[in-house]
């Protein structure tokens, strides 16, 4: 059974920094595209990040760009979403996200149930 | 950046009834588009994929079709577990986005 935990959200002031990891089982972790997507609360849902499987790239959504970080350590079953200089903005329940396809993030066939992040002063 | 739209925002409809929610992206998307069932407090589900395939183990009675710019979501006789928030996704170009969700609830 796939599993993806979430871990590392919580409260941080404006400008401050988080990282998330997501503890993945149940699948061939190396082997496919991850990424991160996140709802806002009250809103609907925002792909944030991916990284494709196998050794492959590294995306992000204009909105983090320069100030978010995504990595995985395949040793670990683990991906990471570094997360620095957090705005108001960024408030919201991040989802780790396992692909249907191993180089580049496109279809999301299972998800996390989220960890929260609150940036407020 | 593709702009995704989805149409209704929200629809109330009583069990057994036929219920469409339409997504129309701002370019051709080919057939790169995915459909996921979203129930709060839980992790959204792939129902879905490529415009019209189902994941395997979702009920026949949620279907997709469409491709280039306007896909059509169906819920052939709507049940009381359907009641969640429906998106489309489009994965032809980064960034992918989603639509802005369509809510759908039991008369």
């Known amino acids: 059974e796939v599993q993806l935990v979430e871990s590392g959200g919580g409260f941080v002031q404006p400008g401050g920094s988080l990282r998330l990891s997501c503890a993945a089982s149940g699948f061939t972790f190396s082997v496919y595209a991850m990424s991160w997507v996140r709802q806002a609360p009250g809103k609907g849902l925002e792909w944030v990040s991916g990284?494709?499987?196998?050794?492959?790239?590294?995306y992000y959504a204009d909105s983090v760009k320069g100030r978010f970080t995504v990595s995985r350590d395949d040793s670990k079953n683990t991906l990471y979403l570094q997360m620095h200089s957090l705005r108001a903005e960024d408030t919201a329940v991040y989802h780790c996200?396992?692909?249907?396809?191993?180089?580049?993030?496109?279809?999301?066939?299972?998800w996390g149930r989220g960890s929260l992040v609150t940036v407020s002063s | 950046d593709i702009q995704m739209t989805q149409s209704p925002f929200s629809l109330s409809a009583s069990v057994g009834d036929r219920v469409t929610i339409t997504c129309q992206a701002s370019?051709?998307?080919?057939?790169?588009l995915n459909w996921y069932q979203h129930k709060p407090g839980k992790a959204p589900k792939l129902l879905i994929y490529d415009a019209s395939n189902l994941e395997t183990g979702v009920p026949s009675r949620f279907s997709g079709s469409g491709s280039g710019t306007d896909f059509t979501f169906t819920i052939s006789s709507l049940q009381p577990e359907d009641i969640a928030t429906y998106y489309c996704?489009?994965?032809?170009?980064?960034?992918?986005?989603f639509g802005p969700g369509t809510k759908v609830d039991i008369k």
């Open positions: 996704q489009q994965y032809d170009n980064l960034p992918f986005s």
């Open positions: 996200v396992k692909d249907r396809i191993v180089v580049v993030p496109s279809i999301f066939d299972y």
């Open positions: 990284i494709g499987g196998g050794g492959g790239g590294t």
């Open positions: 370019q051709d998307i080919s057939n790169y």
